[in-house]
């Protein structure tokens, strides 16, 4: 187990003009699931690489525990002696050995004896349960098979740290589900410091006990996943974690006005943006009277859809082209006038 302390970190490429990374402050526990969300060309990429020793800072310093590992362009620890085990998208084994000698590999041409290799494969093996398939191919295997490999290849060494760049993203969704099950348990019994990064929140999610959310280069949210999807505080970071209508409309007293709906929340500046989950609006043809659902207005029905075992709804006002989106379990027609509620307490505004 390792902490891992970022202090002023930026990274630069060709020459300054491109900032990967701009004052990365962050401070990841001993033993502790940390996720890294972020869009594509975010600089989740350009971290790791940082942490894993692959890439120097060209600015801040990077602590492993109390011990300095980079600094201000400059390696201070390389990677072979920062004890990180790594996964990448491909889980990719080495298809001309076996599944013993894809494991031992990280530690062939060091100098721990054949005997202690065979016992770190061997107990690695056993904690993965791949112990009576360490003689076959990896064609031989299972899909979960192979992950199971590759994650014990990446564990072999004893790590301090796991760090797995979009691990699941070219699994398909069975696969993936296992690998993330897999991935959270291995970590808890060996207690390893995990950084996962990913574009996906479901992968981060599922793993992570705590999220930092990387934008331009920039750490812009750090904290428990649920308040990550419950309190973003940008409509950039709400909508990168999760389907959200972005409304603006005109603020009075009593609310934001589109059209026929009026979406009461207060608020004191002229101007602010609010979002809602698809999953915070309701439509009903009758008056809904569970006190939680508050009715914005009449709607009408534009477009629908089927994804995911539901019905995906565009609804507009009744005067205007602004579109929500909302998911119902049973279909309606597009045409249809419909009324249109809002879960109280689920309005995110960001002025
Ligand atoms: P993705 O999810 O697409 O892999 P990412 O969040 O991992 O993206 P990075 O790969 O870290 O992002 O890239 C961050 C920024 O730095 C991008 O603008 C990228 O083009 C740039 N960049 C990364 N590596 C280099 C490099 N070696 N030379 C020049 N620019 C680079």
Same mark, same amino acid.
């Given at each position: 187990?390792?902490?891992?302390?970022?202090?002023?970190?930026?990274?630069?490429?060709?020459?300054?003009? $491109?900032?990967?990374?701009?004052?990365? !402050?962050?401070?990841?526990? !001993?033993?502790? =699931?940390?996720?890294?969300?972020?869009?594509?060309?975010?600089?989740?990429?350009?971290?790791?690489?940082?942490?894993?020793?692959? %890439?120097?800072?060209?600015?801040?310093?990077?602590?492993?525990?109390?011990?300095?590992?980079?600094? *201000?362009?400059?390696?201070?620890?390389?990677?072979?002696?920062? =004890?990180?085990?790594?996964?990448?998208? #491909?889980?990719?084994?080495?298809?001309?050995?076996?599944?013993?000698?894809?494991?031992?590999?990280?530690? #062939?041409?060091?100098?721990?004896?054949?005997?202690?290799?065979?016992? =770190?494969?061997?107990?690695?093996?056993?904690?993965?349960?791949?112990?009576?398939?360490?003689?076959?191919?990896?064609?031989?295997?299972?899909?979960?098979?192979?992950?199971?490999?590759?994650?014990?290849? /990446?564990?072999?060494? !004893?790590?301090?740290?796991?760090?797995?760049?979009?691990? +699941?993203?070219?699994? *398909?969704?069975?696969?993936?589900?296992? /690998?993330? /099950?897999?991935?959270? %348990?291995?970590?808890?019994?060996?207690?390893?410091?995990?950084?996962?990064?990913?574009?996906?929140?479901?992968?981060?999610?599922?793993?992570?006990? =705590?999220?930092?959310?990387?934008?331009?280069?920039?750490?812009?949210? $750090?904290?428990?996943?649920?308040?990550?999807? !419950?309190?973003?505080?940008?409509?950039?970071?709400?909508?990168?974690?999760?389907?959200?209508?972005?409304?603006?409309?005109?603020?009075?007293?009593?609310?934001?006005?589109?059209?026929?709906?009026?979406?009461? $929340?207060?608020?004191?500046?002229?101007?602010?943006?609010?979002?809602?989950?698809?999953?915070?609006?309701?439509?009903?043809?009758?008056?809904?009277?569970?006190?939680?659902?508050?009715?914005?207005?009449?709607?009408?029905?534009?477009?629908?859809?089927?994804?995911?075992?539901?019905?995906?709804?565009?609804?507009?006002?009744? *005067?205007?082209?602004?579109?929500?989106?909302?998911?119902?379990?049973?279909?309606?027609?597009?045409?249809? %006038?419909?009324?249109?509620?809002?879960?109280?307490?689920?309005?995110?505004? +960001?002025?």
């Amino acid at each position: 187990m390792v902490r891992i302390i970022a202090k002023n970190i930026s990274k630069y490429f060709k020459k300054g003009r $491109v900032i990967a990374l701009d004052k990365i !402050n962050l401070t990841i526990e !001993n033993g502790e =699931r940390f996720g890294i969300l972020g869009p594509s060309g975010a600089g989740k990429t350009t971290l790791m690489r940082i942490i894993a020793g692959l %890439e120097v800072p060209s600015e801040g310093e990077l602590y492993f525990d109390d011990k300095l590992v980079a600094k *201000d362009g400059k390696l201070i620890v390389p990677p072979e002696d920062r =004890r990180i085990g790594m996964v990448f998208q #491909t889980w990719a084994l080495y298809p001309n050995l076996t599944a013993y000698e894809n494991i031992a590999f990280p530690l #062939t041409n060091t100098k721990i004896s054949k005997e202690e290799i065979r016992k =770190r494969v061997e107990e690695i093996a056993k904690i993965l349960d791949i112990t009576h398939v360490l003689n076959h191919y990896p064609r031989e295997l299972s899909g979960g098979q192979q992950q199971r490999v590759a994650l014990a290849r /990446a564990l072999v060494k !004893n790590p301090s740290l796991l760090l797995l760049d979009e691990p +699941f993203s070219n699994l *398909d969704a069975r696969m993936r589900d296992s /690998a993330r /099950a897999l991935v959270k %348990e291995v970590q808890s019994r060996l207690g390893v410091t995990l950084l996962i990064v990913s574009h996906d929140p479901a992968d981060i999610f599922a793993i992570a006990d =705590r999220v930092g959310v990387l934008v331009k280069g920039k750490l812009v949210q $750090v904290g428990p996943p649920e308040e990550i999807y !419950n309190k973003p505080i940008s409509i950039e970071v709400a909508s990168l974690i999760g389907e959200i209508n972005e409304i603006e409309g005109k603020v009075t007293k009593e609310g934001i006005i589109i059209g026929s709906f009026k979406i009461p $929340v207060n608020i004191n500046t002229d101007k602010a943006i609010i979002g809602i989950r698809p999953e915070d609006i309701k439509i009903s043809k009758e008056p809904i009277k569970e006190e939680e659902w508050i009715l914005i207005g009449k709607g009408r029905v534009k477009v629908i859809g089927y994804q995911g075992g539901l019905f995906r709804i565009t609804v507009s006002p009744l *005067d205007s082209e602004e579109e929500i989106v909302t998911y119902l379990d049973h279909p309606i027609k597009a045409g249809e %006038e419909i009324l249109v509620y809002v879960k109280k307490g689920s309005i995110k505004i +960001f002025t």
